[in-house]
């Protein structure tokens, strides 16, 4: 992919009606939408119960997530701020309700009531500020909060990201702690450039099991598994302090010279022996 | 739009408490028919605002759903017949031109094509 379109346009102007019938023609782009929302609906995990869902799809375009979604036995809404998407989605005849709404000005859904969310390659439009009245900061928060509002105890929200830098991928991160998920990022083809896929996975509420299988055989490296699913990275301070020196009012003392004779009396060094003058304290008159 | 959809919608508007639940103003209702799933309204009806959802259905010209919030011990019982009600009223009313209207500041969302219109204005946000 050699140019972003966020890069080229604000969403609701980049999918106008020619593009978003391209979008949807391409069964290249249909493959890859399908295979991406398998997998997010894979990591959302919802119990196996065959009770359907009620589920989210932010930035739902024209469907095609909602395709799997209803594939798979549950009922969802879709939001996205193109109406040109929206309706070739209608004409496709989905079977999820769809709402025109920018995701950026927060959800209004009642609390509680949403059993998981997916967002396929939709979350990093709200890193770009479109208008002047947009604040990408502000965005992403009135996002993730109003998310956490709507989803239920214990629930599951996954976004797959297209993040341009990792200045945005720690902004949407760092936006969805505050909101008080807990959860990391689940990466896919860590190796290749081209197939890489990035998975935010967030949990609501509820102590996060495992994210992926992989961490749970592995109980020694629980604390930096934990770090990078909260998405902390240790970083050293820059201007950390000299190295302290443990020194006090009264001076070292006679034991921190005697050990440091004794070091330099290991390396060979001519060093004068310890009698009772050593490390003596002169008197205040001097 | 379904009125599973709109039991959850509530208005986004800065300033507004109240936003819940928004009054529908119908002029076409269509009804498309869906799989009948009990586990599914079972599992979605602690979740259901009741008087919302039977004001709503009214609205929409289905008066089959009572006023008051039925007991959980119907909803877990095998007869059908009120499953079935709640089925047809969430799942297959479809709100397909009209306006949601908010029941705090009158603004209305207008709604073509069944997709209900939740943009903002800036001095809303």
Known sequence: MSTRPELLAPPEIFYDDSEARKYTSSSRIVEIQARLSERALELLALPEDDVPRFLLDIGCGSGLSGETISENGHHWIGLDISASMLNVAVEREVEGDLLLGDMGQGLGLRAGVIDGAISISAVQWLCNADKSSHEPRLRLKAFFGSLYRCLSRGARAVFQVYPESIAQRELILGQALKAGFGGGLVVDYPHSTKKRKEFLVLTCGSVPTSINDGHKDSDDDDDDSEDEENGMVCVSDRNRPRKKQRTNKKGKGREWVLRKKEQSRRKGNDVPADSKYTARKRKSRF | ?125
């Open chain 2, 1 to 125: 739009m379904r009125l599973i959809t709109h039991n959850m919608l509530s208005c986004n508007i800065k300033g507004v408490t109240n936003g819940f639940p928004l009054k529908i103003e119908a002029e076409k209702v269509i009804e498309k028919e869906v799989d009948f799933n009990p586990d599914f309204l079972r599992h979605m009806f602690a979740k259901i605002e009741w008087k919302a959802l039977a004001e709503a259905a009214r609205s929409m010209g289905y008066a089959e759903l009572p006023d008051d919030s039925p007991d959980a011990a119907v909803i877990e019982s095998a007869d059908e017949t009120f499953l079935r009600k709640l089925h047809h009223a969430l799942l297959e009313l479809h709100l397909e031109e009209g306006a949601l209207v908010c029941p705090e500041t009158g603004r209305k969302f207008p709604v073509n094509k069944g997709i209900p219109n939740m943009l903002l204005h800036e001095d809303e946000v």
